[in-house]
């Protein structure tokens, strides 16, 4: 069964950094045809998708936010982290991470989200 | 990459069928057969009812189907029940650049 689960900071500041943390379990990061992808969605508004990550390393990003994001993977401890830099209002949303199957190019597991907020 | 037009809304009584359309380009729905669907209740992570266009994943009933004409990917549910009511979300590939796209986002409203 394949589970992922968001965590980080609830609150930040203009201007700060996004540190983001997903950490799954019953798929591993190193197995073939696998990924782990980032989604946001603001209160009341639609998802949007962010990056991606898959088990070669490669890397994807939303070309809107490319120069803002940075993901990267911890095969060893089951993690994918999302850094989003110069956080702005407009950034307050629900972020989740999900599970990649690049057999269908789907996202079918995700993560229950974890709401941001930034406000000075 | 501009979001995928979806109706803002679309209503039907118990038991009666509604589709939901997802309008793209021919750089995303129009050239891959990979087009998902999303549910989501409100408070709730989507969850997956769709994929590559016309499948459905174990456990997801089969009054949920998909299709695909051109750059305009539909999902129908058919017998709607009162459980239905949600937001759906359809998911293009895009290409290994931009890779996804979501569409605006549609709420279903039973009667």
């Known amino acids: 069964q394949i589970t992922l689960t968001e965590s980080g900071p609830t609150l930040v500041k203009p201007t700060q950094t996004l540190t983001l943390t997903c950490t799954f379990s019953?798929?591993?990061?190193?197995?073939?045809?696998?990924?782990v992808g980032w989604i946001r969605q603001p209160p009341g508004k639609a998802l949007e998708w962010l990056a991606l990550?898959?088990?070669?390393?490669?890397?994807r990003y939303s070309p809107s936010l490319k120069s803002r994001l940075t993901i990267t993977k911890d095969t060893s401890k089951n993690q994918v982290v999302l850094t989003m830099t110069n956080m702005d209002p407009v950034d307050t949303a629900t972020y989740y991470c999900?599970?990649?199957?690049?057999?269908?190019?789907?996202?079918?597991?995700w993560g229950q989200g974890t709401t941001v907020t930034v406000s000075s | 990459q501009s979001a995928l037009t979806q109706p803002a809304s679309v209503s039907g009584s118990p038991g009666q069928s509604i589709t939901i359309s997802c309008t793209g380009t021919?750089?995303?729905?129009?050239?891959?057969?990979?087009v998902s669907w999303y549910q989501q209740h409100p408070g709730k992570a989507p969850k997956l009812m769709i994929y590559?266009?016309?499948k459905r994943p174990s456990g997801v009933s089969n009054r949920f189907s998909g299709s695909k004409s051109g750059n305009t990917a539909s999902l129908t549910i058919s017998g709607l029940q009162a459980e239905d009511e949600a937001d759906y979300y359809c998911c293009s590939y895009a290409g290994s650049s931009t890779s996804y796209v979501f569409g605006t986002g549609t709420k279903v409203t039973v009667l």
């Open positions: 999900a599970h990649i199957n690049l057999g269908y190019f789907v996202m079918d597991v």
């Open positions: 590559e266009g016309s």
């Open positions: 019953g798929f591993s990061l190193s197995t073939s045809g696998v990924g």
């Open positions: 990550i898959y088990w070669d390393d490669d890397k």
């Open positions: 021919s750089s995303d729905v129009g050239s891959y057969n990979l």
